[in-house]
């Protein structure tokens, strides 16, 4: 830190780039000292006023004196008593006490330090999935429109990365929104699924509260009850031990690694789609591509999904551990790890979020490659429609299969051997064993006979199951992403 009274040249030290140059202002600030010092004050006040109103011998000024200074933080005495203390808590409820000197005797009354970290923890992952969940919700709103309008468009599908059967380019689509509904559902469970520490005392047995309130347990648990419903959580945990459950920790950052590998698939996808030609990501004016290359576009929007989601999904394995190695009723090697993932997991979601959502926003489709890539490999996929078709006009369908054959490896021969365009179908028009059936060719090589029921099942995916999930969103869809990097 620099000494009192001098700036301090932020240039000349590490920032990490996932606030300084990616993630929101919001999900920024959800992980800021600010938030988490004021929510401390705030966690304390809760607690005064729960114990007052329970009969403890305090004041209504105390409560008003704590009140007017909720927002009133001296960080530089806040960092000088810690580097005196060695505690991050006492630091700040001397801090606290400095500016609320009346009510200085009641501030963190029967608590211990687990009473503000873990409950401002779990208030801040509750708020950060609540950052989350609307920008998840305006990604798929915006794939949903992308999957509608090119729900009938034919497009070559791969598996295997190998030429097969035809899909839609809106099919496709709808498997990356079947994956993020999922991640969707499983924030939202997430969310629901957490409640709040509460207010357990040391080693989580509420003695310390049991013996402020005399041994009346009535009022301890209503204590408990009064302090939870003021953080907004509806539940508390019944049972801890100093900390809530570093279980809690992996569920949350379980769901953000599974949506991390969502992100990522589609975004591979897209970037082979860029190098196919058929899709690209949206490309400013004055972009360059390559410093070398001037005509390149390179995916690099996807590419920073790909590279980001790699990190958030590794960071589940540190929740992992830490509860592993939480010995009895806990111990200190959480905090510093803590201190990094949870907020990295949450910063990482929010920019992969916010540039999928550029992504999706801004597509572009390239219908004249994709129909040419589909007649390149379509005439061998139809070759089952032409033997149906010539014994329907009373051809034998071993004739048939063996004219095919010899037809098509020829064909394969002048695509792989010559570099040449795939000529199976010139070749069958050519063959008068055909001839039955060369006013039938152009019908039976029409694309859309060739991809099912996908335009339906976009249709029925859609109505049925996409829309419907993202209703409780429906008042923060609006407004569109401009990425700055």
């Not at 200074?69 to 000088?80: G, P, R, S, T, V």
């Not at 920008?135 to 070559?156: C, G, H, N, Q, W």
């Not at 992504?359 to 589909?374: A, C, D």
Request: overall charge neutral; charged content about 25%; aromatic content about 8%.
């Amino acid at each position: 830190m620099a000494a009192p009274g001098e700036e301090e040249d932020v240039m000349a030290r590490y920032r990490s780039p996932l606030v300084s140059r990616y993630a929101s202002a919001e999900m920024g600030y959800n992980f800021s000292e600010r938030k988490k010092f004021g929510t401390w004050r705030r966690l304390w006040l809760y607690l005064a006023q729960a114990e007052k109103s329970l009969g403890l011998p305090i004041t209504d000024e105390q409560i008003q004196e704590m009140e007017a200074n909720l927002d009133n933080i001296d960080f530089k005495m806040a960092a000088e008593e810690e580097k005196k203390l060695r505690h991050d808590v006492m630091a700040h409820v001397h801090t606290f006490a400095h500016c609320c000197p009346k009510a200085a005797a009641i501030i963190h009354l029967g608590a211990t330090s687990c009473y503000v970290g873990d409950n401002t923890d779990l208030i801040v992952l509750r708020d950060g999935l609540n950052l989350l969940l609307p920008k998840l919700a305006r990604v798929i709103s915006r794939l949903a429109d992308f999957a509608e309008k090119y729900a009938d468009m034919p497009t070559l599908g791969f598996t295997h990365y190998q030429p097969a059967q035809l899909t839609t380019v809106g099919k496709r689509c709808c498997l990356w929104i079947q994956d993020l509904c999922m991640d969707l559902q499983s924030l939202e469970r997430a969310r629901d699924d957490l409640r709040f520490r509460g207010v357990k005392g040391t080693t989580g047995t509420q003695a310390s509260f049991l013996q402020l309130f005399e041994g009346d347990h009535s009022k301890v648990e209503e204590l408990d009850r009064l302090v939870t419903a003021k953080a907004g959580f509806k539940r508390a945990y019944m049972v801890t031990g100093q900390t809530y459950s570093r279980k809690v920790d992996i569920g949350v950052l379980s769901v953000l690694a599974s949506l991390g590998a969502s992100i990522h698939k589609i975004c591979t996808d897209i970037r082979l789609l860029a190098n196919l030609k058929e899709i690209e990501e949206p490309f400013e004016k004055d972009q360059i591509g390559s410093s070398a290359m001037p005509y390149k576009r390179n995916p690099m929007r996807s590419e920073r999904c790909c590279s980001l989601a790699r990190h958030l999904m590794t960071l589940v394995m540190d929740p992992l551990q830490t509860a592993s190695v939480q010995w009895f009723e806990r111990t200190l090697d959480d905090s510093a790890n803590r201190r990094v993932c949870l907020a990295e997991a949450f910063l990482t979601a929010d920019i992969i979020l916010s540039t999928l959502q550029n992504i999706s926003e801004g597509l572009v489709v390239y219908p004249k490659v994709i129909e040419r890539r589909i007649r390149q490999e379509l005439p061998f996929m139809a070759t089952e429609n032409i033997i149906m078709a010539m014994v329907k006009a009373g051809g034998n369908r071993q004739d048939c299969h063996e004219k095919i054959r010899v037809l098509s490896q020829q064909a394969a021969a002048v695509v792989k051997q010559e570099g040449g365009d795939n000529d199976f179908i010139a070749r069958v028009r050519a063959d008068p064993y055909f001839s039955p059936i060369h006013k039938q060719l152009e019908s039976l090589l029409d694309p859309s006979s060739f991809t099912g029921r996908a335009p339906q099942q976009v249709a029925k995916f859609l109505k049925e199951e996409v829309r419907p999930a993202l209703i409780p969103y429906q008042s923060k869809m609006g407004g569109k992403i401009d990425l700055a990097l």
